[in-house]
């Protein structure tokens, strides 16, 4: 299989108004949904999540080995999976990945306003739903670049369904950690109990309640890495 | 013995049968005249009207009336007929009675259409309405509080408490039961037992569908009493009971669930349960803090939801991704063990793949017991038992089942031998009021954990005052699913009060002579009486839900006082006092207080 590039976009600075549509079924989002005004300062992002071939060529260069492995790339790399979104890795896998490449991950925010733009569309390639347009209700992650048609305003690929990504940081809300996830995945679920699957629209996030490391890994679940620009 | 006079002349019957005196008369339709103590009724036992129109009175033509009599029961019947129009109807009132103080009312009806096509009937019962309207008539879970009728026993399966109506002074009374099991307007009898519920009785017509042969239209239930409508109920409660095979509750092997009194939901997602350093769940402080609460008498451990659904992985393969997976149960449940509490783990329905059944999870509940030891499984989302987990329990004989809903039906009763008994609508103002379970005193054995997940502040203290009025045990959920509802210290304090009360006089509460709502003597007091079947000693739980304080006599005693003694709620001046050999309870109760008094009584 031929590998690609995974080139960075650049992001000028810019303000927008943020906010998150997020009903949870039962319990709550403690997090401040907005509408806030919020500043994007300028960044690079990557224009893929972080592939299996990235992720590999991490772990041969560095030796990283997470301190809990449980459930840790539990999908095995391999020669044929090199092109599809990295999965089964935590917060923490994806943190370490992104300061060995000089980066970070992007703020739910950054994340938003990467998707959504400055004209706050619905879903990265406009506001209309279009499961042509990316990885949606299928049984298996796809390629990066599989769907070029999708890609948001500023060039971003994958940003709906497909996988789930990390954001930054671990919220707390004084009784509980939870992280925010973005963007969907491939995975739908069956019932309304279910973590609502599929791709996602770009405003909305989910809550991802903290637990050991083996729990925080999930087949559905990757990221993107963003870098602080001049 | 039955008295039978009927004459041709008068066109009128006045029978007695066990303890039911009925006047009948016939000279235009069928008028009920008396019954028992309700005298001048005069109102037409039925009125039916065809596509509109109704039959009028002078086309009713009495066929025959007659009596059958044999060593186990006596049948008065009344055949009728009626030409309308081109449509010719037959009919037959029926009253049975098998026992002395329970008579069968059967209605029955047919009719052949003129070109055999069939028209649209509606029925009406005028002598129910009117006594619907009788100011002693207290609908199914109703008592009077001085001004009206108002709702305080509820229940929530798919039998149908009686109606009452009761003499002046409350001591001769009649039920009225629409006997049905079913969960929606499936036949008549439902339809009757939902109108008569309802507001609107005197509107309600019901529709039937009348063929050539009879068809049963009401089954009335009509249950005597000269004890009050306490004595309906018990009359109600052992009828009902006797349908029902509840040998799964008097199992001697597995019915430790009997003093679950308090669970606690841990759930896992949160600082009480989970230490986010150590990166492990903190059952031991878990177990220390619930002797806040009076000691957990089993934990529910619940990580599934809301993770569920991220990815494929199913409900069981969640718990692979715990810590040192199945082994971190293993731990936990031993350490539960330890302090003897018992642990469940949750089950989701919903949660059933395309390439699993409930057959499939049964066997992976099988494993997971034997890995873990685990004792109970809770039934999330449901209140029945599959027959695929019941199968589990010829294996585990201890092993527990509790669902999220009380079962209704009987199959489910009879199986499920625990359940919450959960209330509230979330987050939409509702209001936990004070009220008796009617399951709780119809199925005792059937343990119940009261929980409003979402209450707080003064709805979370109405829940304490709930659990002790019904004397049931509760749900301890201070996590909900992420949203951290605590009890307060004081609410600590009660829920342990009310626990050790539960198991100190645990054959009391869960005895099998217990009665809801029993006759007080205010009007603004309710009370329910839980006593085995020898009633040397009984437990009265009194709630005073009016809004003042209520000083004097309370209730009136059933037998001479040996020993009295408040055991639950607010210290209150409470008193037995001795008037003519009748024994009265005096308390000084503040408006919205519950309290549990003891009272031994000389037999």
């Not at chain 2, 959960?422 to 004070?434: A, M, S, W």
């Not at chain 2, 054995?445 to 045990?473: C, Q, T, Y």
Request: proline share 3%; with cysteine.
């Amino acid at each position: 299989m031929k590998s690609f590039i995974n080139n960075k976009i650049f992001i000028e600075s810019n303000e927008y108004t943020y906010r998150v549509e997020h009903l949870t079924l039962e319990g709550t989002c403690s997090t401040d949904h907005g509408p806030r005004n919020v500043k994007i300062k300028n960044l690079l992002v990557d224009k893929y999540p972080v592939t299996n071939q990235q992720y590999s060529f991490f772990l041969k260069k560095t030796g990283y080995q997470p301190r809990d492995s449980q459930r840790f790339l539990e999908h095995k790399l391999n020669k044929k999976k090199i092109n599809l979104p990295v999965v089964f890795v935590s917060q923490n896998d994806a943190i370490a990945y992104a300061k060995w490449v000089g980066g970070r991950l992007p703020t739910d925010e950054e994340w938003q306003y990467i998707a959504a733009g400055p004209k706050y569309l619905d879903w990265p390639w406009g506001n209309k739903f279009n499961p042509s347009l990316c990885n949606h209700d299928s049984n298996k992650l796809e390629s990066v670049n599989a769907h070029r048609k999708g890609e948001s305003w500023c060039g971003c690929a994958d940003m709906a369904g497909n996988c789930w990504e990390w954001t930054a940081g671990i919220h707390n809300d004084g009784n509980h950690q939870f992280a925010l996830l973005r963007g969907g995945s491939y995975f739908y679920a069956p019932d309304h109990w279910h973590v609502g699957g599929g791709a996602r629209k770009n405003n909305y996030h989910w809550k991802l309640q903290i637990l050991n490391e083996g729990m925080n890994r999930a087949a559905t679940l990757g990221f993107r890495c963003v870098y602080d620009a001049k | 013995m039955m008295q039978n006079k009927f004459t041709d002349k008068k066109k009128s019957i006045d029978f007695s049968l066990g303890n039911l005196d009925l006047s009948l008369d016939l000279n235009k339709n069928v008028f009920l005249k008396k019954l028992n103590f309700i005298k001048n009724i005069n109102n037409e036992l039925f009125i039916i009207r065809v596509e509109n129109k109704l039959i009028p009175k002078n086309k009713y033509k009495i066929e025959k009336v007659s009596k059958n009599t044999d060593v186990n029961f006596t049948v008065i019947s009344i055949d009728f007929s009626q030409n309308f129009e081109n449509d010719f109807f037959k009919g037959r009132i029926s009253f049975v009675q098998k026992k002395k103080n329970i008579i069968d009312f059967i209605f029955q009806l047919s009719a052949r259409w003129y070109k055999d096509i069939p028209k649209k009937v509606l029925l009406k019962f005028p002598f129910i309405i009117n006594l619907h309207k009788n100011k002693n008539f207290l609908k199914p879970g109703d008592i009077f509080d001085g001004k009206k009728r108002i709702k305080k026993g509820v229940w929530n399966l798919h039998e149908y408490p009686p109606s009452i109506i009761s003499d002046n002074l409350g001591i001769e009374s009649l039920g009225f039961e629409f006997y049905d099991q079913f969960p929606w307007q499936a036949n008549y009898n439902l339809g009757m037992s939902e109108a008569i519920s309802s507001e609107n009785f005197e509107k309600f017509e019901t529709e039937v569908q009348l063929t050539q042969e009879f068809t049963d239209i009401i089954l009335m239930k009509i249950y005597t009493s000269f004890k009050g409508r306490e004595k309906i109920f018990s009359l109600w409660k052992e009828n009902t009971r006797k349908r029902y095979d509840l040998r799964k509750y008097h199992d001697s092997n597995n019915r430790w669930i009997k003093k679950n009194y308090l669970q606690h939901f841990m759930f896992a997602y949160g600082e009480e349960a989970f230490d986010y350093k150590k990166i492990q769940f903190k059952i031991n402080q878990i177990i220390k803090e619930g002797k806040q609460f009076g000691g957990y008498d089993s934990i529910l451990f619940w990580h599934q939801y809301p993770r569920l659904g991220l990815d494929e992985s199913n409900q069981w393969q969640l718990y692979k991704y715990l810590p040192k997976n199945y082994k971190t149960i293993k731990k936990i449940v031993d350490i539960c063990h330890s302090h003897n509490i018992k642990f469940f783990i949750p089950f989701k329905p919903w949660d059933i793949r395309s390439n699993e059944s409930l057959d499939s999870h049964a066997k992976f509940l099988e494993k997971f017991i034997k890995e873990t030891n685990i004792d109970g499984f809770f039934l999330d989302t449901m209140s029945s038992l599959p027959e695929s987990f019941l199968k589990i329990q010829k294996k585990f004989p201890s092993f527990e089942f509790c669902s999220e809903g009380t079962p209704r039906e009987q199959r489910q009763i009879e199986t499920l031998t625990s359940s919450w008994d959960q209330i509230g609508d979330i987050r939409r103002n509702f209001k936990v009021d004070i009220n008796s379970n009617f399951f709780r005193f119809l199925f005792p054995e059937h343990p119940l954990n009261l929980v409003s997940r979402w209450s707080v502040g003064s709805d979370k203290d109405a829940l304490i005052k709930r659990a002790a009025f019904n004397g049931m045990g509760m749900v301890i959920w201070q996590d909900i699913f992420g949203c951290w509802l605590p009890f307060s210290i004081e609410q600590k304090k009660k829920i342990k009060s009310l626990k050790n009360i539960l198991k100190k006089y645990h054959k009391y509460f869960y005895g099998d002579n217990s009665i809801p709502l029993i006759k007080t003597l205010s009007k603004k007091i309710i009370c329910n009486e839980f006593s085995n079947s020898f009633g040397k000693q009984k437990i009265y739980s009194i709630y005073n839900f009016g809004s003042n304080k209520i000083n004097g006599r309370i209730l009136k005693l059933p037998l001479a006082v040996i020993e009295f003694k408040q055991i639950y709620g607010k210290k209150v001046n409470i008193q037995i006092e001795k008037k003519q050999n009748t024994f009265y309870l005096l308390a000084n109760l503040d408006a919205n207080d519950v309290i549990l008094v003891n009272i031994k009584f000389q037999i």
